[in-house]
């Protein structure tokens, strides 16, 4: 009867309600699709006593692991950082045939499985495949040692940069960079003090999401792995074979190693994303 | 100065000697063996090195047996194997790695220690489960792998299956009839030995595990608060962990010798206890005395025997329409 009375005030209340369960829903969902279960995997790791946890993470297999993630890491976002820097560049400012087949090839690997690219690497460099018997013959390992899990950490990490400043560099256009050459600059002053100072957030951006997912990467890198221990498994390999040794607690104590790592790179993330939303 | 060069060069000298002498062999084995050759290698490596003044220095891999035989075909340097699988080292030996007739390279067809399906009940046994009859009784839930996807699940079906024929004369309609109602038992398969092992001791669910005898010790270990029991029961198959040398990559990087000496120490009475205390197996004599009390008596046959071997096994009961199918109605 009120409700008829007042029909203009009471809806917004109404509206509140809903809006305050659709709040509660979405944060009960994350809680439980995302925070539960990664707060679980801290008290997993120390559910044998901080003691138990510091002694898996110094266990031999494991600081390797943590050390080799790192290297593939070490090594892989510097080259994508200037592979991608040059093919974004390329493309931003250079039209020509196929310009667009080369955009849509290095973005590939966002939309292609990872272990199809452990398979092609394996087709190709193995002993089986189409290089095979040459690399057998010059006796150089690619597959099953470090040049392999690099090779394959490159290939899924290839988009990330490019995939992030190319459209920086496109919507700033060439107008400064002109303006330089006109004035003199050489090709890499105008790099050095008129792009890389345009660009610079949204190229620490892609480096950030190609490091998070070169040391995130299992599928890939476990088809070239060859899960030597203590000499070929990464960090996310090295948890999988903890956990299958029934090693509950080494597991757990390496998963959150690699989500703290995870945990950074999400900080790092958030606020060069301030950044790069600040500059366009 | 002199101090520290002499250092340098002691350092340099020291790094250089063992070069000459050292050894190195690279075992491919198969996903769960990890604390078993944790265990053996260094105990080898000693042994090695008092027999011939040589160190050696022996790395691990670990993973699925068939994932690890690709692995090996496209180059990785294994030098031995040690797999759970017979197949797995007959698809190196197609590969030309190794030779045809590796079987005969070491004793018992090359397989240093067994084991085979077995059961783990929980505290007390409540169900009473004893042989592989329990398992196809009413109320009874039993927690195994998939047998498309698992290996240890295939073991498991063709052990049930071969009970079933022990007990009705061969009767393969009787055996069929059986092992469709332990199936009709089983509440979730899931991929792997491992994920049905978190189902069993994780998540509660069942009454009873079936995995590999070894692996029961394992976990009852794993699970000490639990109080898991195992159980072995009257007739089972044999399940044979079969080992080889590489020859063409160990010939390559010079390790045949070590290689060899390497998976016949696996043979010696000091292997064997290491094996018997990690729950497999073994043929050396004094050492089954030894621990028959951790092993009831089994009745073992083989896939040979009952099944005609893997191939033929795999084309009448596991291949798309085989006789799994026909069993496998609520998967």
């Known amino acids: 009867m009120r409700a008829a009375s007042t029909p203009g005030a009471l809806a917004p209340r109404e509206d509140r309600t809903a809006q305050y369960v659709l709040i509660g829903l979405a944060f009960l969902g994350t809680a439980f699709i995302v925070a539960v279960p990664l707060a679980y995997i801290f008290w997993r790791a120390l559910s044998d006593g901080v003691a138990a946890f510091a002694a898996n993470i110094i266990a031999p297999d494991t600081l390797h692991a943590i050390w080799l993630t790192s290297v593939v890491a070490l090594i892989t976002v510097p080259v994508n950082i200037v592979i991608g820097l040059s093919a974004a560049w390329l493309i931003a400012r250079f039209t020509f045939p196929g310009r667009k087949l080369l955009l849509t090839i290095i973005e590939l690997p966002f939309s292609i499985s990872p272990i199809i690219a452990g398979v092609c690497y394996l087709l190709l460099y193995g002993r089986q495949g189409l290089l095979g018997p040459t690399l057998g013959a010059a006796d150089i390992q690619i597959l099953f040692a470090l040049p392999g899990i690099v090779l394959v950490t490159l290939f899924v990490t290839a988009p990330f940069v490019t995939r992030e400043v190319l459209p920086l560099m496109q919507a700033q256009g060439s107008e400064q960079e002109q303006a330089a050459l006109t004035l003199g600059a050489t090709g890499f002053q105008i790099f050095r003090l008129v792009t890389l100072p345009n660009i610079r957030w949204a190229l620490l951006y892609g480096a950030v999401l190609a490091t998070a997912r070169a040391v995130g990467e299992f599928g890939a890198v476990s088809v070239v792995s060859g899960s030597i221990r203590g000499q070929t498994n990464t960090l996310p390999l090295q948890i999988e074979l903890l956990f299958n040794d029934l090693n509950i607690v080494g597991a757990f104590a390496a998963a959150s190693t690699l989500t703290l790592i995870a945990l950074i790179v999400l900080i790092v993330k958030t606020v060069i994303e301030g950044r790069v939303g600040r500059e366009e | ?331």
């Open chain 2, 1 to 331: 100065m002199t101090f520290r060069l002499t250092t340098a060069l002691a350092v340099i000298l020291g790094l250089a000697s063992p070069a000459v002498a050292q050894d190195k062999i690279l075992n491919v084995s198969y996903d769960v063996a990890r604390e078993l050759f944790a265990e053996i290698n260094p105990v080898f490596a000693e042994k090695w090195q008092a027999d011939t003044g040589r160190t050696v220095t022996i790395d691990q891999s670990h993973g699925g047996s068939s994932k690890q035989a690709r692995a090996i075909l496209e180059g990785l340097p294994a030098d031995v194997v040690t797999f759970n699988q017979v197949t797995d080292i007959d698809v190196l030996a197609e590969g030309g790695l190794l030779e045809e007739d590796w079987r005969e390279a070491f004793p018992n067809d090359a397989s240093p220690f067994y084991s085979l399906p077995a059961f783990l009940v929980r505290e007390g046994n409540p169900k009473g489960i004893e042989d592989w009859d329990d398992l196809a009784a009413e109320g009874v839930q039993v927690i195994f792998p998939n047998p498309k996807t698992s290996g240890n699940a295939r073991y498991t079906y063709l052990a049930a299956y071969a009970y079933a024929l022990d007990q009705n004369g061969g009767d393969q309609e009787a055996a069929q009839e059986f092992v469709k109602k332990i199936f009709a038992n089983v509440p979730v398969f899931d991929t792997g030995g491992r994920a049905a092992t978190a189902t069993f001791a994780e998540r509660n669910i069942g009454d009873v595990l079936i995995t590999f005898e070894a692996e029961t010790g394992g976990i009852a270990a794993q699970y000490a608060d639990a109080k898991f029991e195992r159980v072995a029961p009257s007739l089972s198959v044999l399940a044979e962990f079969p080992v080889a040398v590489v020859t063409e990559n160990a010939e390559k990087n010079g390790s045949a010798e070590v290689s060899k000496a390497y998976l016949d120490y696996l043979y010696t009475p000091e292997a064997q206890r290491i094996l018997a205390k990690h729950y497999y197996r073994v043929n050396d004599e004094t050492v089954a005395a030894e621990v028959a009390a951790d092993f009831p008596e089994v009745k073992l046959v083989t896939v040979e025997d009952v099944f005609g071997g893997w191939e033929q096994a795999q084309e009448q009961h596991f291949a798309e329409g085989g006789i799994l199918d026909s069993v496998f109605v609520n998967q």
